[in-house]
């Protein structure tokens, strides 16, 4: 099962926000912890105030014999020190309460949250009591309690912890708004980078990546251009150097051919001469040998006949004397003848092609004949069209195109590498090393489509045609 895919933008600011939640709960807690504290602290004191008060009550009764004096009297120190939910008492040394003093709950301390109030019973002991000795002398008499009700403390521990969570909240909201906005940011730099590797996977080797300001950026765009550059020279010194193999090899092409036809064509043609004549001598002075004689001379006009095709590929296109398209139309002509109406072959031109430079108009030749060559050897179709159209200046290059097809109602096969041999690999090199691409379609129920778009390096002229010849 694939790894699900998040947002490098979202995680880190879901990270963020987990890290403040952290925090923000810590600071929760301590704030619980100073609450219980003060309310601690307050409780004591008030004990202190009451246990001091009692001390002095004592020393009263005893210093004034007779006085009217009640003990213990917790009314003297309850308009000073009484708050909502503040209870006071006195405890005689028996363990009896003789007087308590408690003031009312405040209507905000009315309810708290039964899971709120559980917990922090369980953490704090709310409601425990503080206690002081009230000292007479060197004895003790009794003791002064003061305790804070529970539910008025775990209100106000709600309340304030309430209160403290929405500053939270918002704070926590604010924070993840704010770093989702700062990474998107810090980030968008990524997606020059995602398009600089886009136009780099289409081919488009001219890709650069601008400077960026943060430095780990800056180093994969430096990578980045160091590379593209590399693959760009690379590339160019291929096509350089596949357009001198191509060179070479139609060179080597018009040199076999001018020996086919200058050494094996002659004594292909002398064979053929003395066969005719031992022919003619055979019929009149030896009837038995004229079988052979014929025999050789067939073998010597199939051997011709092999040879003119052999020549008709070798040689150089005649595109400077005849034009392009004229050449292409010979060469549908010359496998209309040879294929002795087993395939029929066409051709569709689109545009005016006089303008192409030689070589360029030479290498399209080449490309059209090896991909008519493997339709008629392994296709077994019984339609080959060839498609030839110019296209005027379109995208980002301002070139215009020249697309070469053939279209074929045959058999395709699964491996097109393996079916077509060196032709297809010969046919992709010189259409990379002429800045093309070539692809194959074998989307049909049968047949193949082979189709090459080529940039043409020089202007050609505007008018345009639209002829089909068989």
Request: aromatic share 4%; proline share 4%; glycine share 8%.
């Amino acid at each position: 099962m694939p790894a699900l895919k998040v947002d490098l933008k979202l995680r880190l600011s879901l990270r963020v926000a987990a890290l403040a939640a952290l925090c923000f709960t810590a600071a929760a807690a301590y704030a619980l912890f100073e609450t219980d504290r003060s309310a601690r602290e307050r409780a004591d004191s008030v004990a202190e105030l009451v246990a001091r008060d009692l001390a002095l009550q004592q020393n009263q009764i005893s210093w004034v014999r007779g006085a009217p004096i009640q003990f213990p009297d917790l009314q003297r120190v309850a308009a000073a020190l009484m708050a909502p939910g503040l209870c006071i008492a006195y405890r005689a040394p028996s363990g009896e309460i003789v007087q308590r003093l408690c003031s009312g709950v405040a209507p905000d301390d009315a309810s708290a949250p039964r899971l709120f109030a559980d917990l922090y019973q369980r953490v704090f002991d709310a409601g425990r009591e503080s206690v002081r000795p009230v000292g007479f002398g060197t004895e003790t008499h009794g003791e002064a309690v003061a305790s804070i009700d529970r539910q008025s403390l775990i209100a106000q521990s709600w309340r304030e912890t309430s209160r403290l969570a929405v500053i939270m909240a918002g704070a926590l909201v604010g924070l993840c708004v704010l770093v989702y906005a700062t990474l998107a940011d810090a980030l968008r730099p990524t997606l020059a980078i995602r398009a600089g590797l886009e136009r780099l996977a289409a081919g488009d080797l001219s890709a650069r990546l601008p400077p960026f300001d943060l430095a780990e950026l800056s180093a994969v765009g430096n990578v980045f251009n160091h590379l593209a550059g590399s693959l760009q020279t690379t590339l160019s010194e291929r096509n350089a150097l596949t357009g001198r193999l191509i060179v070479v090899q139609d060179e080597e092409r018009q040199h076999l051919a001018r020996e086919l036809h200058d050494e094996f064509g002659q004594c292909l043609a002398a064979i053929s001469a003395v066969a005719a004549s031992a022919g003619q001598t055979a019929r009149q002075q030896c009837p038995a040998l004229l079988p052979e004689c014929q025999s050789i001379a067939r073998t010597a006009a199939h051997m011709m006949d092999a040879l003119r095709g052999a020549l008709l590929r070798l040689r150089s296109p005649d595109v400077d004397e005849l034009g392009l398209a004229a050449s292409l139309e010979g060469l549908v002509a010359g496998w209309n003848m040879r294929s002795g109406g087993r395939t029929r072959f066409s051709i569709e031109l689109s545009g005016e092609f006089g303008a192409l430079p030689r070589d360029f108009a030479a290498n399209l030749y080449r490309v059209a004949q090896e991909a008519i060559t493997n339709a008629a050897k392994h296709a077994q179709a019984s339609r080959v069209t060839l498609h030839l159209r110019k296209q005027e200046a379109t995208g980002a290059d301002h070139r215009a195109h020249i697309e070469i097809a053939v279209d074929d109602d045959g058999q395709a096969a699964g491996d097109l590498t393996l079916k077509s041999g060196l032709g297809l690999l010969g046919m992709r090199e010189r259409i990379t090393a002429l800045g093309g691409r070539l692809s194959l379609d074998t989307s049909r129920p049968s047949g193949l489509v082979l189709c090459a778009q080529i940039p043409v390096p020089a202007a050609a002229a505007r008018p345009s045609e639209t002829r089909d010849a068989a």
